[in-house]
Structure formats: C-alpha cells, structure tokens
C-alpha cells in the first residue's frame, strides 16, 4: 500500500469524538468513569493507526483494516485498562519458587506485619526505649542469630546485593579464590564473574570444571588473596567423575592461612531439607557451624519469605559490612523487613507451625492431599463441560528457584485434552484470562499442577477452565 492510501485509510478512522458520542459507548462512560473509556478509545485508535502505517498488504486489502470500532472491543479495552499491571496469577506450574511468578507466596502472618508498616508509623530507625535513632537492622539481627548460630548478621535488599556487598567490603582490589566448577549464572544475568567484576575483587579461578581439589586452593593463596568463595550451585548438578572441596574442608584451609572463608548459599534451608522430603543439602546452621566466615542466602527461595539477601557472619565481618557505604544503596526497605522479621519468627517462634509458611506447605503436601484436590477440581469441571476430556493423573512438581534441580516431588494433576482446540491456543487462553491461570503443557494435553495453587484459588479453578472453553466456542 502507498503511503498516499495509507493516508486516506488513516483519514476514514472515527473521530474519538464521534465515538465517544454514540449512545452505546456513552453507555461505558456512565458505567466505569469518562477518562478511562477515553483512554481505551485512544489506545484502540493509536493500535489501528500503527497497524495501517506498518502494513505491507496492497491496497485492495483495504477492507481487511476494521475502520469501525464495535462496542466490545472497548469494553475489552477497558476491562484491560482496569486492571493493573502487576497481578494476581495462578501458578498450575508445579514449580513452588517461581521467579517469574514471584518466588514465595508470604504467610497470613507476614501480610499482616506488611499491611501494618504500610499503613501506620514504625520504630523502623528508632530505639524506643532510649528514645533517639535506632538501626533498621535491629528488628532482625536476634532472630537472625538466634536461627542460623551466627555472631551476627545484616540484611540488604537480595541476595545478589548481598554478595555484591560482601565482595566489595572485603575483597576489593584483591583477590579472591573460587573454583571453576562454581562459577555459576543464576539466571535473571546474576552471574559470580559478573558480580565479582562489579564489586572490584580480582577473580582467581582454580581448579576444573568437574573436579576442584585442596591443593588447587592452596597453590592459588598469595599476600594479595583476600577470600575464598564457595558458591552453592544450586540450579545444576555435576554427575559422574566429579569432586569438589566441601565446606568444612575449604574452612579448615582458610583457618590455616589465615583467610576468610564466604559461602554463597543462595536458597538458605533453616530446616533440614531431608524433613522437607528433599535430598539433605546442608542448612545454614550446618554452613555456620562449619566456621564459615560469612554465608549469604536469599530471603524468598526457600526460606519462604520475602526478596531479601540474608548474610549470617562472624562480628568484625559483619561489622565492616554494615558500615559499607553501598549497604545504605542496597538497603532493605521497611515493607520487606515487616515481612521477614514476621517469617523469621515463625521459624523461631512457631516452628510447630512451619508449614504456615506457603513454600514450606507446598513442599510437603501430601500426595493424598493434592489428589483429592484434582479429583474435587476436575469433578467440578465435568458438571460445567460434561464433554471435556479431563482426567487426573500422577505426575511431579519441581522446588524451582534455582533449587535441586534433579529432584522432582511426586505429585497429582488434572490433565486436560482440549480438542478441537490446540493445546497452545488452550494454554494461551489459560494465561490470558482475566485471573491468569498458569499451566504446563505436556504431551497435548493441558497439566495443572495442584501443589502450587493456592488454598483460595481451588474453587476458581473449575469456572476459569469453563469460561476459557466457552469463549473459545464463540466465533471471532
Ligand atoms: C538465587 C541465587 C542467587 C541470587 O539471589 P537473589 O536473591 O535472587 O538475588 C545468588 N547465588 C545463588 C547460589 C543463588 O542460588
């Protein structure tokens, strides 16, 4: 199409004026405000303007471009329109530390610690008793070492921050020993060299890929080196004829020479993992036990709190952490630390009542559990499409996060074949309803996963699967 009928296409499009003035989109004004029916018409009008200039159709496919705008396109438009950007979605992933869908869901009773800071005034820098400035730190550093056995502890905005901040305070301009194996990515562009860079320490690779050994470390320490960092690879596994230094080992060698040892953990258990049903990987008690100087870990992986970077360390190391000038750029804010210190508790407090935290209950829900859950779901969709192939099925959810990524937990799902529609067009459907709802696809068939859905999204699930369906009947 020339740019001269592009023209005269773009000059046939409604005036917003003349179609904010018909009496049914007068109707959407009444209903929900003027400005946002206005904003919708303008967002339609904007998209068929771009899609008329970018088209290379000739111009007898002039009547393909809808020069109209029907009422339910900006109905649709605004109902986009009303909600916001950042939502609510079910995760029918199976995978319970989702980054992509926010990592860890928080407790009741860490929402309520949240809603409170939000809402109202806090001691967040103030020492009430003695009544002047306090420090932020202070609501957690207890709980911290009371949990982990630790001297002391801080914490910053993620983990990432966390060994950032680590690095710069004690390696900066110096070196620092790791092992091939270990210099991992973490997806998200966290990446140890990366972060190593930024931080201003010098990276010294030792060893190989699949195996590191003592010596490796020892031949590697000189008057410059300033720390050895082990890095949990927690997102892949070297099978087969592999080793690497553990960590009592590489603290026994840094005791020796005189170098502090730092552990980045990334996904810290503060309950042994094999109570969890998962293969034993050490806690972080187990790490500071082992006379790890510094061992860092993530506040919504495993812990199941909120995005935080937790760093559990002996006294003068913490010491000169905190008064690291980068730890006021990466500081906690006040909403997450109401979060935390309510998720701590729960560890400290109410360890009977672990599983009140969400990633905890999701992580040893009972098979029988999650199977009475597919069948009460998928009994409520047979009554709503009684002509749907649905069935339940055993399949396994995943921890995600990064986190033992061989292990898979045997789990129950509804499994879903939507002819005559495609498993991808069902899927996309799924994921673009008004509550987004999250699914795995595997074999054609649509697989939701019951571990990770939410004990008050269950009874949504079966309306969700007929809605999907029922506009997918409707002629487009
Ligand atoms: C996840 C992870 C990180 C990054 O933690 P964030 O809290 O996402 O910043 C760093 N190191 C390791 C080993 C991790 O698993």
Redesign the pocket.
């Known amino acids: 199409m020339t740019e001269l009928n592009k023209n005269k296409l773009l000059r046939k499009l409604p005036s917003v004026d003349e179609i904010l003035n018909k009496p049914e989109i007068c109707r959407f004004s009444d209903k929900f405000s003027r400005t946002i029916t206005l904003r919708a018409v303008q967002s339609i009008l904007a998209e068929k303007r771009s899609s008329i200039m970018s088209t290379k159709e000739p111009v007898t496919c002039v009547t393909k471009f809808q020069l109209s705008i029907r009422p339910e396109e900006i109905e649709k438009k605004i109902n986009t329109l009303r909600q916001p950007s950042l939502k609510q979605v079910i995760n029918a992933t199976g995978i319970i530390v989702h980054t992509n869908l926010g990592r860890a869901p928080l407790s009741d009773a860490a929402v309520k610690a949240v809603c409170k800071a939000a809402s109202h005034y806090s001691n967040l820098e103030y020492d009430i008793n003695e009544g002047h400035r306090g420090l932020r730190y202070s609501h957690i550093t207890s709980l911290l070492k009371e949990l982990t056995g630790a001297e002391d502890g801080l914490v910053v905005n ?4 966390a ?1 950032l901040l680590c690095l710069n305070t004690l390696a900066k301009d110096r070196q620092v020993i790791i092992s091939r194996g270990e210099l ?1 990515e ?1 997806g998200g562009s ?1 990446r140890i060299p990366d972060i190593m860079n930024q931080s201003g320490a010098i990276l010294v690779e030792v060893g190989t890929t699949n195996r590191t050994h003592p010596s490796d470390y020892t031949r590697a320490i000189n008057d410059q080196t300033a720390l050895i960092l082990k ?2 690879r ?2 892949y596994k070297t099978v087969g004829f592999s080793s690497e230094v553990d960590l009592p080992e590489l603290n026994q060698l840094g005791r020796e020479n005189n170098i502090p040892v730092m552990f ?4 810290g258990n503060l309950v042994n993992a094999s109570l969890l049903g998962l293969s034993d990987e050490p806690t972080v008690q187990d790490a500071v036990k082992a006379g790890t100087d510094i061992t860092t870990f ?1 506040g ?2 495993l812990l199941g709190g909120p ?1 935080a ?1 937790l760093i559990a360390g002996k006294n003068h190391f913490i010491s000169r952490i905190t008064e690291n000038p980068l730890t006021r750029a990466l500081r906690i804010d006040k909403l997450t630390l109401a979060a935390l210190e309510a998720t701590l508790r729960n560890y400290a407090l109410n360890p009977e009542d672990i599983d009140s935290i969400p990633v905890i209950r999701m992580l040893v829900m009972s098979e029988s559990l999650l199977k009475k859950r597919a069948r009460k779901i998928v009994k409520a969709i047979q009554g709503l499409i009684p002509s749907l192939n649905i069935s339940i099925d055993r399949d396994s959810s995943r921890v995600g ?2 986190a033992y990524p061989l292990h898979d937990i045997p789990t129950w799902v509804v499994s879903i074949d939507p002819t005559p529609l495609g498993v991808n067009e069902f899927e996309q459907l799924l994921r673009t309803a008004p509550i987004p709802l999250i699914a795995r696809i595997s074999k054609d068939r649509i697989i939701l996963d019951m571990r990770t859905i939410m004990p008050d999204e269950v009874s949504m699930i079966p309306g969700c699967i007929a809605e999907v369906t029922e506009s997918a009947k409707l002629p487009v």
């Open positions: 993620n983990n990432a921050a060994v991992v973490i966290f890095v949990h927690s997102n980045d953990m990334g996904s993530s919504d992986k995005q970077g996060g990064g």
